[in-house]
């Protein structure tokens, strides 16, 4: 009796299981444990001073007084956080804010990381005398940073992630 009792358990089981790969997997059920945040895009002036101060506080990056955010991405959704942005800096402060940078700049010929490509605004060929910087912090997170001239103007390309 005990074996037929195990024996229909299974039974049921197989079929559940067979349900869910049917119908998908479990994409229909909500997981509290798996909550994810939300993607945010700013483009101009929604790009606003408080979104560069998060971006100072997720990134340790000082940016001098002027500085001017273009476009942001925050990619919450998905397991892995990430952000990118593009900011306009003063000419004059480029300088200091190499200076502070957290890490070293390179040589360049570390590969810079591609989060941003999917981005229409994300056009690092344009820039012209680059330096990049890239470093692991600390809780498995990784930042890089590109800054050059587009023009006249000094543009840093943000490029942050979290495993």
């Known amino acids: 009796m005990k074996r037929l009792a195990t024996l229909a358990i299974l039974s049921m089981l197989s079929l559940f299981v067979l349900a869910i790969l049917s119908t ?3 994409s229909w059920m909500k997981l509290p444990f798996l909550s994810f945040g939300d993607d945010t895009q700013l483009s101009g002036t929604a790009f606003d001073q ?3 101060d998060q971006v100072s506080k997720i990134t340790g990056l000082t940016f001098p007084d002027g500085t001017q955010g273009l476009e ?3 990619f919450g959704s998905g397991i892995d956080d990430s952000m990118v942005a593009k900011i ?3 000419d004059w402060k480029k ?3 190499m200076f502070n940078l957290p890490f070293a700049p390179d040589d360049g010929t570390v590969p810079f990381h591609i989060m941003g490509a999917g ?3 994300w056009k690092l060929e344009t820039l012209t005398d680059r330096s990049t910087a890239s470093n692991s912090l600390p809780h498995a997170q990784h930042l890089s940073v590109i800054i050059g ?3 006249d103007e000094v543009i840093v390309y943000v490029s942050w992630h979290c495993t």
């Open 50 to 52: 408080k979104t560069l």
């Open 24 to 26: 998908g997997g479990l």
């Open 119 to 121: 981005q229409p605004w």
């Open 72 to 74: 942001y991405a925050y």
């Open 95 to 97: 300088e200091e804010f």
């Open 88 to 90: 306009r800096i003063p």
């Open 149 to 151: 001239h587009q023009g």
